[in-house]
């Protein structure tokens, strides 16, 4: 190692380094402003030139420990950048190059949606955040969304969205309800019209009755018809003996634990109560009238 370092330190090295270096052209500065370029080529190079520096800084501002002020500087670094490419592109575009600012990137927040940021002037790309810059304090309130506050709804849309066929006027006009309807309205209608020809039948028949003065015997269904009624009342008699037979056996089911005394032994207890007011209120008396002689005697002897 140390021989290396020897043969290039020599002076023979030394002057062909010197040589090699005079050769070479002197390192181009980039244009302040972008309209200065009159070449394609060299424009197209600046704006390489840029596209690498910010690559170089966005890999950079990914760490989240370069601390605040750190990450702040970097990211206008890398918006003063971009507004430096815009003008390259423009020039670009002038010069009769392709045109790049069609497929610029968009930004996007922390979930990867993109979003637009725009700048007030209306010229170029708003100021944009890159990598742990979006989690700085004050900048993550930007990408959020602000929660969705749910209007509610009034009377007047409540009932601004109900029509005809809210209250079932419409039902019948896609014909789905006629043909599950048409079965049962049949055998509703045979059934009517058959009583009606048993009712119809019966009255012919007490009319024939009634003017030949005969006694005419009713078939069993006219029967039923001609005593419906009655069967409801005959049942609804059958449900309340039943009520009142489970009361009489609930009564007869209630057994006494104490014993209860008779009429005899209500009439001797409310002899004795009265026997002892009498007696309490003979005493008090009594002892009202001692109390009286003695205020006395010692109202004498003063």
Sequence with gaps: MARNEEKAQSMLNRFITMKNEEKRKPKERRPYLASECRDLADADRWRSEILREIGVKVAEIQNEGLGEHRLRDLNDEINKL???????????????????????????????????????????????????????????????????????????????RIDASYYGYRDD???????????????????????????????????KAVKSGEIVTVEPAANDILFEEEEDVVEEERREMEREERQRSKQQEFVVHVPLPDEKEIEKMVLEKKKMELLRKYTSDMLMEEQKEAMAMLNVQR
């Design 82 to 160: 971009l507004r430096e490419r815009v003008h390259w592109e423009r020039r670009i575009s002038e010069l009769g190059g392709p045109n790049y600012t069609r497929n610029n990137a968009k930004m996007t927040d922390l979930d990867g949606n993109i979003i637009d940021v725009p700048n007030p002037s209306g010229r170029g790309p708003g100021y944009r955040y890159f990598g742990a810059a979006k989690k700085l304090p004050g900048v993550r309130e930007l990408f959020e969304k602000p929660p969705e506050v749910r209007k509610r709804r009034t009377r007047y849309d409540i009932y601004k």
């Design 173 to 207: 006009e896609d014909g789905i309800l006629e043909k599950l309807e048409a079965t049962a309205e049949k055998e509703m209608r045979e059934k009517t019209e058959a009583e009606w020809r048993k009712m119809e039948q019966i009255r012919r028949e007490a009319k």
